[in-house]
């Protein structure tokens, strides 16, 4: 089988397990920057779909995330209809060499697939026809045998960028060339000269290779993280055993900055890792004195700032080079030279247990969405809205009884037995360990008022007997 306009079959393995720390308060640990819809109406990981989709079929791609944020994945792919993309899981983060790993070992099984090509799931690439071409001459490089690296051709002198020097030409393949450096981010003389001399690219995080190079790459240079995964592909080792393991190491350290036959395609993809504040800044449109204004916001006299507000509406006044981002539980304000630093404060936040650092208040739902109004000792409140059409599973909880009010539409309600129509206005309770689903069968949305009581409350304590999604298996996420 071949990729669609391409000659040689691809299978595309996209890397969506980070949590995005630099992207908060809109990113979060459990709502990352790859589910964001920062660029438009499709989230960054849809966007890296859809650009892969001339050249890869929905069912030649894997998604490697996370068990923590597997809901959030999967309901992202659900949104589309994408049912065909393979979701595999890791039980902890091990950094980018374990995710490749595991799926090179699990990509043993694909007959059809000669390449694999590894894209992060949280780029932004606005010259596809570049990419295209790019994928069909790494994709000739990696059947020869080479890791394939894509460097991005530097418009500026960026620090916050890895770079690749270029080495001479790869014989009888123009546009390949061996792989003279890797170079950890520069400081600003150096990443300038680098820029006056040419011949260096900034490092893409995007690569090519056959499945049995790659894995004899990480067999000689991290003989632990193979062997434990090897064990995984035999089926001897379970992924969470391996994942205890094995090291914390990228793939460019752990096996590219140490292999022989790697080579670098030089592409001018109008690229961006959007991995900062500054780089969605740099993205986006600006006013006539320079200031990047997303969502509500009024401003007085400000140079060259960027102004982000996600619901209600935020001022600013003579501010200069300044970073805003106002969300409904946390507001981020920061000079644009500290935007690195957003890192370190979410490591803080997370040291000391707090909320905002895992997510936000309003949690999205296959079904709909809930939002955690108040909660204290015994009890929790949440506002409650299911989609037209839509309902939740039948479940039941182990340590907690609820009450629903009706504040908008008419829901279909079965608890235990019974099942009965509630309309606005009118409420029922739900006892403890009894079975019981919500389900809106009309065309506007339905809300309720949740109150939750009972000794344990977290989202955990549910066991689904049925379920119109994919989570009946999982016992991990509320409703």
């Not at 890397?15 to 499709?42: D, H």
């Not at 007085?300 to 106002?326: K, Y």
């Not at 009884?401 to 206005?425: D, F, P």
């Not at 689903?437 to 939750?452: A, D, H, Y």
Request: glycine share 8%.
């Amino acid at each position: 089988m071949k990729s669609p306009g391409g000659d040689l079959p691809l299978f595309g393995v996209i890397l969506a397990g980070g949590s995005g720390t630099r992207f908060w308060p809109l990113s979060r640990s459990q709502y990352p920057k790859q589910v964001l819809r920062l660029l438009g109406t499709e989230s960054l990981l849809q966007s890296t779909i859809e650009r892969l989709l001339p050249r890869i079929p929905l069912s030649q791609l894997a998604v490697v995330s996370n068990e923590a944020q597997a809901d959030v994945i999967r309901l992202d792919l659900f949104r589309k209809g994408w049912t065909d993309i393979r979701v595999w899981l890791e039980p902890m983060g091990r950094n980018t060499a374990a995710a490749v790993g595991l799926a090179a070992v699990l990509l043993d099984r694909e007959k059809d697939a000669e390449i694999m090509a590894v894209f992060p799931a949280d780029h932004h690439i606005g010259n596809q026809e570049g990419l295209f071409q790019a994928l069909d001459l790494g994709a000739e490089l990696a059947r020869a045998g080479y890791l394939v690296t894509f460097g991005i051709t530097p418009t500026r002198p960026d620090t916050g960028y890895g770079y690749i020097k270029a080495g001479d030409q790869v014989k009888g393949k123009e546009g390949g060339f061996h792989v003279a450096e890797f170079i950890e981010k520069p400081e600003l003389s150096r990443a300038r000269a680098f820029l006056q001399d040419g011949g260096y690219y900034w490092n893409s995080g995007m690569f090519l290779f056959r499945r049995e190079v790659i894995l004899e790459a990480m067999a000689r240079h991290l003989p632990a993280l193979y062997q434990a995964l090897r064990r995984v592909g035999e089926g001897k080792q379970s992924v969470e055993a391996a994942y205890r393991s094995i090291p914390s190491i990228s793939l460019d350290h752990g096996v590219m900055e140490k292999a022989e036959s790697v080579v670098v395609v030089p592409a001018d993809l109008n690229w961006s890792d959007v991995g900062t504040w500054e780089a969605f800044y740099n993205l986006v449109a600006k006013d006539s004195r320079g200031n990047a204004v997303v969502g509500r916001a009024e401003d007085l006299d400000s140079r060259n700032c960027l102004v982000f507000a996600q619901n209600r509406l935020v001022a600013t006044i003579g501010l200069e080079d300044v970073v805003v981002v106002d969300t409904v539980d946390a507001s981020l304000v920061c000079h644009r030279d500290r935007v690195q630093d957003v890192k370190n404060l979410v490591e803080r936040l997370n040291s000391q247990n707090l909320a905002e650092s895992v997510h936000h208040p309003t949690v999205e739902r296959p079904w709909g969405r809930y939002t955690v109004i108040d909660a204290g000792p015994g009890f929790q409140v949440k506002q409650v809205e299911v989609d037209p059409g839509k309902r939740l599973s039948y479940q039941w909880h182990h340590h907690r009884a609820e009450h629903w009010v009706v504040v908008q539409g008419t829901a279909l309600v079965t608890i235990g037995a019974e099942t009965k129509e509630v309309a606005s206005n009118e409420s029922v309770f739900v006892p403890l360990k009894t079975p019981h689903r919500l389900e809106n069968p009309g065309s506007e949305p339905v809300r309720i008022i949740e109150v939750q009581t009972g000794s344990y409350l977290g989202e955990d304590d549910i066991v689904r007997l049925e379920d119109d999604f994919w989570r009946l298996a999982e016992e991990v996420d509320g409703h």
